[in-house]
């Protein structure tokens, strides 16, 4: 505030500040005046100091009295069937009715704990949840799946008993094909694919999620396929679409079965009657689905017609060949949802959420170890000159054809030689049966069983003459149904038969024959996926002892430069399954194909 | 599987009624209506309420009660469209919610917590039910004779929790 002295000298009281000092102090001229007039000339100093007269500023704390906004979602009730059945209890710790016990009277922390300890020394059940897939957007569907009680729960709510205590990654798979209306599970041969489909799509037949069925699986694969669903669902309703005409389309109207099995080639002859009777079905799970990975073969065309709410595929080799064969089977699952455009790193990302593959290693700590040896072998003399001979004239001829050398040529090449490398063409010497021979003397005599596999009907059939000390048995698909139904009886059954001699069309897919312990690649297919499949026909839940898998490969030969590019497929498929860094080239090219004899491809002519 | 509306005759076993505090977002309440299998029936969700300085500061120790009882427990309650037998809650302080409802409210905790004279033991579970209203014990035990054959009282506060958690992450 501004003093005003300085216009005010004396500090005669006046309007604004007033200001005194000590008269030995100030520094102004003093002029002293009689005491008896001084009251009248000085007015005593008045401190007026003015108070700012502002209304006070209030501070306002709302009290919280406003009710926050409520989201509400409501969900279908799903009636709670009567139980007709015995119900399966994992470990549990729920109570049943009557087991309520008064809290103790824990006056002292030990009485209690005890107690707690008592509670929680029970083994912890597992506790698996069905989590909503990443295509379920909108909010209420995904708190559906998230406020559902555990898998464990609902099955046994449900009353559903199995025969076998799944494991816990079957579980997993339970709950991961549930809620999904596209799915690929993709598990290692022999971890239980259909036990886990089974069992999903009969819980959902439970739940009344489902009501409509079809399980599509290879000709072969139908008897095993109703054998699981009585395994593992017994009261589900299953009928196989076969026969004549007439009947298969008596058995596509039935109504009122959840369940219906048919091959391949049934869903390709009857495509147009299944249109024509305008059937829908809730859920289609393909078994094998690699079958449908040629998008523009009329079986994958197919399948694909076939009207439907939930598509599942089931298979252990997702990716055969090449990137393309997945995208084939997602054209079944989810269509457009893959690419050929993509990279296998990309394709990996996006199949991410739909496929689920597990391997043994990984999920099966106590399954038996399998053990891989590669027997290399030396032609036989003979052999060797009958191999140089072919191959010196194959690669000539196909020199000489030049631009007209064609893929086909040089597969017939191929084929001629991997034979010589099984059998001499001349003499029918062969290195590789010598040491099948001496390995099957052992096996025999331990009382233990073996499977040969081949690519060649005619080699087995040899094979079988030459093996039948050892009561050796066929499986391939010149065969009947019924006559390899019985192979398979005599080989489990008969202690007399230890070998089983199969081609790998036929006998790689779907049969459980976990109780061999020796396999034998007699001579090696085109892809490690369907050497991996027959590998576990043994090697797979319930094998007993440890497998023991020998690939038979003959040294210096085209059977060894095969062997390299299989590597190579093998990096592929688990990059894109994995998402891992690229991937070398995917498949055997023309360029592959040609370079094993070091010859280059001819250049096509622009159309 | 997916979202319907209920029918009006199904009478929901049990309801289970929590907070979540989420730092980023503020306080959000849930409560799962459950049916006898321990299935879901309705969810009811809160927007997250967050609480200023100075309110902390004004309500004290009575904020939580306050908060969890009056503003989000009988908001959610007052949302069911089902009545429940009976309400559980894992949260002490929820059970101010009472005097705010006719439902009996009980709280659930963990076996391993020193019990009230009134408590009884289920499963892993340690329920407490309203000392004030003993008519209510007799309806509390029969409610839950049911649902513990086929849940874990404890469990379904966390499917509770980790349906806030999905609904903070859209």
């Not at chain 1, 390299?564 to 399954?577: A, C, M, N, Y």
């Not at chain 1, 498949?587 to 159309?607: C, K, M, Y």
């Amino acid at each position: 505030m501004e003093d005003r002295l300085s216009q005010n000298p004396l500090g005669f009281a006046a309007p604004g500040r007033m200001r005194s000092w000590h008269l030995a102090q100030c520094p102004l001229p003093v002029v002293h005046v009689l005491p008896a007039i001084a009251p009248r000339l000085f007015r005593p100093a008045h401190l007026r100091l003015p108070i700012d007269s502002a209304t006070p500023h209030v501070v306002r704390v709302p009290l919280i009295d406003q009710r926050p906004a409520v989201q509400s979602y409501q969900f279908r009730h799903a009636p709670v069937p009567p139980a007709p059945w015995q119900t399966i209890v994992p470990p549990a710790t729920h109570v049943r009715a009557g087991d309520f016990s008064p809290a103790p009277n824990c006056a002292s922390a030990a009485s209690c704990a005890s107690a707690a300890d008592r509670a929680s020394a029970a083994p912890k059940p597992k506790r698996t949840r069905i989590l909503p897939p990443r295509d379920v957007v909108k909010m209420g569907e995904r708190f559906f799946f998230l406020l559902q009680p555990n898998l464990e729960t609902i099955l046994e709510t449900s009353h559903l008993e199995f025969p076998r205590q799944p494991f816990p990654f079957q579980f997993d798979g339970m709950a991961f094909l549930m809620p999904r209306h596209g799915a690929v599970l993709a598990d290692e041969m022999g971890l239980g694919k259909s036990m886990q489909a089974i069992s999903s799509l009969r819980l959902l037949v439970r739940l009344g999620e489902v009501r409509r069925v079809l399980v599509i699986c290879p000709k072969g694969l139908v008897s095993n396929w109703t054998r699981e669903i009585a395994d593992w669902a017994p009261e589900l309703l299953v009928a196989v679409v076969e026969g004549d005409p007439q009947r298969r389309r008596w058995q596509w109207a039935l109504e009122d079965v959840p369940v219906k099995v048919a091959n391949y080639e049934v869903v390709v002859r009857d495509r147009e009657l299944v249109a024509e009777l305008g059937l829908s079905f809730d859920l289609v799970v393909i078994d094998e689905a690699q079958r449908i990975k040629n998008r523009s073969s009329h079986t994958s065309q197919a399948v694909r017609s076939l009207s439907r709410n939930r598509s599942w595929a089931l298979t252990g080799t997702p990716v055969e060949n090449s990137a393309e064969d997945l995208v084939g089977i997602f054209e079944f699952v989810a269509p457009g949802h893959l690419s050929d455009s993509m990279s296998p790193r990309a394709m990996g990302a996006a199949a991410a959420d739909h496929v689920l593959r597990r391997t043994k290693d990984r999920v099966l700590k106590d399954l038996p170890p399998r053990l891989n040896r590669d027997e290399r072998i030396e032609l036989t003399a003979e052999q060797r000159e009958t191999y140089r001979r072919a191959e010196e004239e194959g690669v000539l001829r196909l020199s000489k054809m030049g631009q007209g050398a064609a893929i086909q040529h040089v597969f017939e090449l191929i084929l001629r030689l991997k034979q010589i490398c099984n059998f001499d063409t001349a003499t029918g010497e062969s290195a590789k049966l010598e040491c099948l021979e001496a390995e099957l003397d052992e096996i025999h005599a331990s009382g233990r069983k073996s499977l040969v596999f081949s690519q060649w009907v005619e080699t087995i059939g040899r094979l079988r003459g030459k093996l039948s000390r050892f009561g050796a048995l066929e499986y391939h698909g010149g065969m009947s149904t019924a006559a390899r139904d019985e192979a398979i009886e005599r080989f489990k059954n008969d202690p007399r038969h230890s070998v089983l001699l199969l081609s790998y069309g036929a006998g790689a897919v779907g049969l459980n024959l976990q109780f061999s312990q020796y396999v034998f690649l007699f001579d090696r297919w085109w892809n490690p996926a369907v050497e991996d499949q027959a590998i576990n026909r043994a090697h797979r839940i319930g094998a007993v002892g440890a497998v023991t898998v020998t690939r038979f490969l003959s040294v210096d030969t085209i059977e060894e430069r095969i062997d390299e590019v299989l590597r190579q497929k093998r990096d592929l498929s688990d990059t894109i399954l994995s998402q891992a860094e690229s991937a070398p080239i995917a498949g055997l090219t023309q360029s592959d194909l040609f370079a094993l004899f070091q010859l280059v491809p001819p250049q096509r002519s622009a159309a | 599987m997916g979202q319907h509306t209920v029918e009006p005759s199904i009478t929901a076993a049990c309801g289970f009624l929590t907070a979540v505090d989420s730092p980023s977002h503020g306080l959000f309440g849930g409560y799962l209506l459950v049916d006898m299998a321990g299935r879901p029936l309705e969810f009811h969700c809160t927007a997250p309420l967050k609480v200023s300085r100075a309110q902390q500061i004004l309500y004290g120790a009575t904020l939580h009660s306050h908060l969890h009882g009056q503003q989000i427990g009988a908001t959610l309650l007052a949302e069911g469209t089902l009545q429940p037998q009976v309400v559980l809650t894992d949260l002490e302080s929820m059970l101010h919610v009472r005097p705010h409802t006719k439902l009996p409210v009980a709280l659930v905790v963990r076996r391993d917590t020193p019990p009230t004279a009134s408590s009884f033991y289920v499963g892993t579970a340690c329920v407490s039910p309203p000392s004030d209203h003993p008519e209510h014990a007799s309806q509390l035990r029969a409610a839950i004779e049911t649902l513990v054959a086929s849940v874990d009282l404890c469990e379904p506060f966390e499917r509770i929790r980790a349906a806030i958690e999905e609904a903070q992450r859209h």
